[in-house]
């Protein structure tokens, strides 16, 4: 059983930055595809980047291509995601996602998930 907790969320400024930490216990971390999804008040939850067990591979939603990056350090067991730029629609509840086989833009197949952290972008 994997647990993910997040941390590193707050309240900051259109066009500033902040840094998601995910940090993993309970399974061989460097198995597991990561991955961040995030939920806005009344939408479903969206993925938004995920990355391989290797780091090698990262795959981004379009709407934050170019303005967050994903990363993930094995030693650590901790995946991050660096946002850039941000913007009033950024705003959501941040979360970290796992799954063995690699994560899945479809939230339902990803089995393992974090608590959340809530990220406000101010206008």
């Known amino acids: 059983q994997v647990q993910l907790v997040e941390s590193g969320g707050g309240l900051v400024q259109a066009g500033g930055s902040l840094r998601l930490s995910c940090a993993a216990s309970g399974g061989t971390f460097s198995r597991y595809g990561m991955g961040w999804f995030r939920q806005a008040p009344g939408k479903v939850r969206e993925f938004v980047a995920r990355i391989s067990w290797s780091g090698g591979s990262t795959y981004y939603a379009d709407s934050v291509k170019g303005r967050f990056t994903i990363s993930r350090d094995n030693a650590k067991n901790t995946v991050y995601l660096q946002m850039n730029s941000l913007k009033p629609e950024d705003t959501a509840v941040y979360y970290c996602?796992?799954?063995?086989?690699?994560?899945?833009?479809?939230?339902?197949?990803?089995?393992?998930w974090g608590q959340g952290t809530q990220v406000t972008v101010s206008s």
């Open positions: 996602a796992a799954r063995l086989s690699g994560v899945s833009l479809i939230p339902t197949q990803n089995n393992y």
